[in-house]
Every structure is written in C-alpha cells, then in structure tokens.
C-alpha cells in the first residue's frame, strides 16, 4: 500500500481540484455560458486545474532536493515523493470541505452575494480563506514531520527544508508588490 499510496493521493487532489473549478465556473456562469469565449476559458481553466497538484509536486521536489543539497543531506528521490505526497492529505480534507462549500451555495446571484453566501455547512466562501491557511499550515507540518522521520535530520533541517522555498516565494511576490 505504501507503493501506491503517493499515486492515489495524487490523483485524488487532482480529481478535487477539477471538481473544485468546475463548481466555481458553474456558479459563476449565468448569462456567460451563452459565450463561447467563456466554454473555451471555462475548459483550459478546469483543465489547468487538474494538473495543479503535479506542478505543485515537481515544484516541491525541485524545491526539497536544492534545499537537501544546500544542507548537505544525503537525497532519497522517493522517500521524498512519498513524504511530499503523504502531506497533501490536509489539502485532500480542505478541498472536501471547500467543495461542500460549493456545493452548497446556490447558483446565480451577483459574485458578492455568493462569496458571502453560507453553505448547510455555516461557511462561506468567505470562511474558507482563512480556513484553508490552517490546512496548508498541516501540509508544511506534516511535510516537516515526514522529513525528519524518513531521512533522519533534525527539526531545524525540516522546517528549513519544507518551508524557505515557499516562504522565498511569498517574500519575492511581496517584493514584486511593492516595488
């Protein structure tokens, strides 16, 4: 199970991911749908969408194996996709709970209307801004968690290793913002 638990994590936040993007257009379409223009982007979009995890994987490998090399740490490519992918699973409960959201607000309305819509579930699209920070924040914890268990380093390397290529990221968007 081990072998195949990355592959069906995977997969998994891509199907959700997909399923997220397509309710996000349909209560967004309306009186677009008659648009051709809008079916094309809608399609790309959902599209795109489907291949975010992957990108999100390759990014985070590349990102670890730098990240290893700079700390001089011996790199095992597939423990690190393994620890990478076991810590999407905070992902895989907020995109659940983002698409219970979606699915509970009913379609049509003006976009303000629908971002502060509650769903059966008392949150709204609003709600889940802030909600998804804390599962991210379990992905980065689980992510730090897995690093040290599987390649034996210390608390210190994990976190450097999980978290300063996201936060060199955020920093540099921040700056580009600024500047």
């Known amino acids: 199970m081990k072998k195949h638990l990355p592959y069906i ?19 967004q379409s309306g009186e677009l749908e008659s648009l051709e223009l809008f079916r094309l ?3 790309i979009s959902n599209l795109i969408a489907l ?10 490998i590349l990102t670890s194996g730098l990240m290893f090399t700079l700390l001089d740490e011996k ?13 999407f699973i905070p992902i895989i409960l907020n995109c659940l709970i983002y698409l219970l959201v979606l699915d ?9 209307e629908i971002f502060h819509q509650p769903s059966f579930l008392g949150l709204g699209l609003s709600d889940m801004e802030e909600l998804s920070y804390i599962f991210w924040l379990g992905f980065y914890l689980f992510f730090a968690i897995l690093l040290g268990h ?3 380093v210390g608390l210190g390397k994990a976190i ?13 968007k921040w700056a580009i913002g600024v500047f």
């Open 9 to 27: 994590i995977l997969f998994t936040l891509s199907i959700l991911f997909y399923w997220i993007s397509s309710r996000s257009y349909a209560l």
């Open 41 to 43: 982007f809608r399609g």
């Open 51 to 60: 291949f975010v995890p992957l990108m999100l994987l390759v990014f985070y």
């Open 75 to 87: 790199i095992n490519p597939k423990k690190l996709a393994f620890a990478i992918t076991t810590s």
């Open 104 to 112: 509970g607000i009913e379609d049509g309305g003006t976009l303000s």
């Open 150 to 152: 599987e390649f034996e």
């Open 160 to 172: 450097a290793i999980s978290c300063t290529p996201t936060l060199l990221v955020v920093l540099g």
